[in-house]
């Protein structure tokens, strides 16, 4: 076990990303389990699976560690309670309002057992292991990076809005045929339950803390961030093997990966230089990944060749505003500090 734990002390990157796949894929059966045959009781694999990022960034920090534990079990337990109930509530309000799914005491009580991941992730930012609360204290520090919120939760919809409204005029998606799911109040309170279901299950919790938030400043100690975001956008694509085919997506189509991995290649760029001006934040990764995840929800999905153009013309100015080829100041907040860098 001392060779194992030295190796990913040495290369924290790698064993990042064999944690994160193992544990992803290695439950991947669950999803076409809970999405195609009913067996709802194997959901909350599903919840460990897609947290497999942060669980991988928690396992690699929590070997890395060389400090004592610091503070005081009662703060972490506590901080665990207070996420694993509003995570609950959350989902809960995602069930009945968006899937419509009846209530009852029965679902209340699988809903908390199935956060518990998603629950375990938030309270680690508060966790006794000083590397393991380093690493996530910025999922939940909104203090000081507010406009950069603001900035991630429009930087998608405003993307996907002009993609419609270019489609429209192209005659390739006419606009007139969409029809929002209610107006008003209504709408928003949709948007709102959509947008926190999004953040919560699992765009910051289970993706961002792994993808942005521990990879990316470790890739970014040994290269730039062009370099780093084209990196973890190859493997972010490819994570989602099974869940795609349990969607019933063509994942035997090398057409169909092609477009996904230029896809999230050019969103990780846009999250990426995003994050980077944010300080690393994890908190900002995870608002942007999920405004993108909402607005899909209720605008349909626009002309592909439109929006991968857009997505492209955008990531490319911000490569060339922030000169996103050059290798950040080692002393820059969104990388890596120690100096046992992994290889």
Known sequence: MNHLADWIKRHQVTAFFVITFVITWGL???YDAVINKGADLLAPLVFIATCG??????????ICN????QGKKRTT???YIIAWVISAFVCLANLTFINHSPFSPVLVAFIFVAVVPVAFVISMAYSRIP?????LASLVQPRGVWGWILVGSALFPGIFLLTTAISSLLGLAPVSAFRLPGSGLTLIGLIG???LYQLFFFNATGEETGWRGFALPRLQARTNPLTAALIIGFFWASWHFFLWQAEGRPVFDWQFWAEMYVAHMLGSLIIVWVCNRAGGSIL????THAAANTVQAFIPMPDGRVLLSICLVTALALILVDRMWKKLPSDHPAVYQVSALDG
């Open 28 to 30: 991947g059966f669950s």
């Open 53 to 62: 990022p942060a669980l991988a960034g928690i396992i690699v920090s929590t």
């Open 66 to 69: 060389d400090h004592p534990r």
């Open 77 to 79: 337990w506590l901080a």
């Open 131 to 135: 590397a393991v609360k380093s690493y």
């Open 193 to 195: 339950v959509t947008f």
């Open 284 to 287: 900002v990764a995870g608002v």
